[in-house]
C-alpha cells in the first residue's frame, strides 16, 4: 500500500505568519507532487505543483520537496484567514498509472 | 484552463434507486477520467479509473457492477451508483489528466444523500 502521509492538525497559526504543512510518501519511484486546497463541502483546488528536488515559490506558497527523504512540504507566508481550509497532499507515480495518492489531509486554522 | 463540469452538485435518493453523475470536459479532451469518493472528514479515496473507449479500472474494494463508469467520448464520463444504499452517501467527485501545463481538474463535486 503506496502511503502519502500527512499530520491532521488542526494547525493553528495566527494572521501573518508562516503556516508550515508536512507530507511524507512511502513510494519512491513518485514523481509528481501536489498540493490541494479545499474547503468544506467543496472540490479540491490545485496551489502547487512540483517536480524537482529544491524549492519553488508562487506568490505567498512555497512548495519544498526532497526526494531523498521522501518529504514534500508548504510554507504560506503572511496567512490570512481566508487560508483556513484543509490542505491535501497528493503524490503519483506514472508507472503505477495517473491516479493521484492523496493523503488525509491537514485542517489550517489561521486566527485573526 | 481547463475546466470539468460535474452535476448534480448534490442529489438526494430514496435506498434502492440509481442515480448518475455526469462530468464533461468543457475546453480539452479528457482521455482519463478519475473517479474519487470522500468520506467526511476523510481523504479522496480513488475509486476506478476510465480511459475513453475502454472497460474502467476498479480498485479493489469497488464494487464495478454497482459503481458504473462510462466513458463514452472523449468530453464525458458517467458514474451510476446503482441500487443505492445510505452507506453510498458520500461526495462523489471527477478528475480529469489533461496536456500539460493544465495537470489534473477536478470536478466541482456532487453529494449524493441517500434515504
Known amino acids: 500500500q503506496k502511503e502519502v502521509e500527512q499530520n491532521s492538525g488542526p494547525l493553528s497559526v495566527p494572521e501573518g505568519a508562516i503556516a508550515s504543512l508536512n507530507c511524507t510518501y512511502s513510494?519512491?519511484?513518485?514523481?509528481?507532487f501536489f498540493w490541494y486546497r479545499q474547503y468544506s463541502g467543496k472540490s479540491p483546488e490545485l496551489i502547487m505543483s512540483?517536480?524537482?528536488?529544491g524549492d519553488k515559490e508562487d506568490g505567498r506558497f512555497t512548495a519544498q520537496l526532497n526526494k531523498a527523504s521522501q518529504y514534500v512540504s508548504l510554507l504560506i507566508r503572511d496567512s490570512q484567514p481566508s487560508d483556513s481550509a484543509t490542505y491535501l497532499c497528493a503524490v503519483n507515480n506514472p508507472n503505477s498509472g495517473y491516479a493521484l495518492n492523496f493523503g488525509k489531509g491537514t485542517s489550517l486554522l489561521v486566527t485573526p | 484552463g481547463a475546466v470539468v463540469s460535474q452535476h448534480p452538485s448534490w442529489v438526494i435518493c430514496k435506498s434502492g434507486t440509481s442515480v448518475k453523475i455526469e462530468c464533461r470536459s468543457l475546453?480539452?479532451?479528457?482521455?482519463?477520467m478519475f473517479w474519487y469518493r470522500q468520506f467526511p472528514k476523510q481523504s479522496l479515496m480513488l475509486m476506478a479509473t476510465?480511459?475513453?473507449?475502454?472497460?474502467?479500472?476498479?480498485e479493489q474494494g469497488v464494487e464495478k457492477d454497482k459503481f458504473l463508469i462510462n466513458h463514452a467520448s472523449l468530453t464525458l464520463s458517467t458514474l451510476t451508483v446503482t441500487s443505492a444504499h445510505p452507506e453510498d452517501s458520500s461526495f462523489y467527485i471527477c478528475?480529469?489528466?489533461?496536456?500539460?501545463?493544465?495537470?489534473?481538474?477536478f470536478g466541482s463535486g456532487t453529494r449524493l444523500t441517500v434515504v
Open positions: 476510465s480511459n475513453e473507449g475502454s472497460k474502467a479500472t476498479y
Open positions: 478528475s480529469a489528466r489533461a496536456s500539460y501545463p493544465y495537470g489534473y481538474t
Open positions: 512540483i517536480y524537482s528536488n
Open positions: 513510494d519512491r519511484g513518485s514523481q509528481s
Open positions: 475546453d480539452f479532451q479528457a482521455t482519463t
